[in-house]
């Protein structure tokens, strides 16, 4: 028997309704959510299983819902290692978190990229969305997502963390990095 599968022998198997929430398309309030978050993290990795994990953000909406199987991702002026873009020459496969700020669930999309040229998102009206601009923050290219898998992921982990607790954001806001060695 499997690693896995004595874990869920172990541990009672998939709840019903975990079973239940992964969908191949965008149901509605999956949409809504991904069209009102202003942060994502984006895995990938390479043919090789090299992984890598890059944050995106802009303002709400910075992400476009094509359609409930198709998203659109600008990719914003960075650090220019385009780790992800490498690893989709590889692998198209992807993965995003997104959130929302202040809210415990996350939305995961899974799915498959296909790059998207600067001059195509030009034409299709998508430009800078972000706060707090600086000169590096042009439209560099984009991803078309073609979605295989979607749904909500529960609150437990951000509770965990206490992540959004406005005494530790305020606390962390005047830290620098050298504080961390403090």
Known sequence: MSRIAEMRTELGGVHPLAAKKVK?????????????????VMASSDGDGNCDASPKGGTPGFVTVVN?????????????????YENFESNPKVG???????MDVTARVNGRVEIVEQAELNSRGIGVTVNNPDDNAVLVQG?????????????????????????????NQARSIKSLLE
């Open 143 to 171: 991803i078309l997502l073609h979605i295989d898998e979607a749904y909500f992921h529960c609150p437990r982990s951000m509770q965990f963390a206490d992540l959004w607790n406005n005494d530790t954001i305020s606390a």
């Open 24 to 40: 191949d398309h965008l149901e509605p309030y999956v949409q809504a959510f991904i069209e009102n978050a202003s942060f994502a």
């Open 68 to 84: 409930e199987r198709t998203l659109l991702i600008p990719d914003f002026g960075g650090n220019r290692l385009f780790q992800s």
């Open 96 to 102: 995003f978190v997104f959130m929302i700020p202040g």
